[in-house]
């Protein structure tokens, strides 16, 4: 059994930051990349970002780019994502996910890609 948790949510006035961080942990799992999505009130889950560990190779949304970014820590199976300039847009439920298996780049900014995932945690930012 393989558990995912995210931590770090809150309430941020536009233009803040907050880092969101994640742990993957379960009987010798090892995962070969982590992401972050997010589901915002009436919309479709949309992929953030993600790192994959091999190549440390990471991955953005247009959206974010150039205000978000992730890393982490391969052997403890811990991913953050630090989220500056932060707008009301960015409002969200935040999801962690975590792939075991070896997938390219396209398939790592898909939801089904991912094999485990945690219950979210939510960002709020207030104009």
């Known amino acids: 059994q393989v558990q995912v948790e995210e931590s770090g949510g809150g309430l941020v006035q536009a233009g803040g930051s907050l880092r969101l961080s994640c742990a993957a942990s379960?009987?010798?799992?090892?995962?070969?990349?982590m992401g972050w999505f997010r589901q915002a009130r009436g919309t479709e889950r949309e992929f953030v970002a993600a790192?994959?560990?091999?190549?440390?190779?990471?991955y953005y949304a247009d959206s974010v780019k150039g205000r978000f970014t992730i890393s982490g820590d391969n052997a403890k199976n811990t991913v953050y994502l630090q989220m500056n300039s932060l707008k009301p847009e960015d409002t969200a439920d935040y999801y962690c996910?975590?792939?075991?298996?070896?997938?390219?780049?396209?398939?790592?900014?898909?939801?089904?890609?991912?094999?485990?995932w945690g219950q979210g945690t939510q960002v709020t930012v207030s104009s």
């Open positions: 996910a975590a792939r075991s298996r070896v997938a390219s780049y396209p398939l790592l900014v898909r939801g089904s890609t991912y094999d485990y």
């Open positions: 379960g009987r010798a799992f090892s995962s070969y990349a």
């Open positions: 790192i994959r560990w091999g190549d440390d190779n990471s």
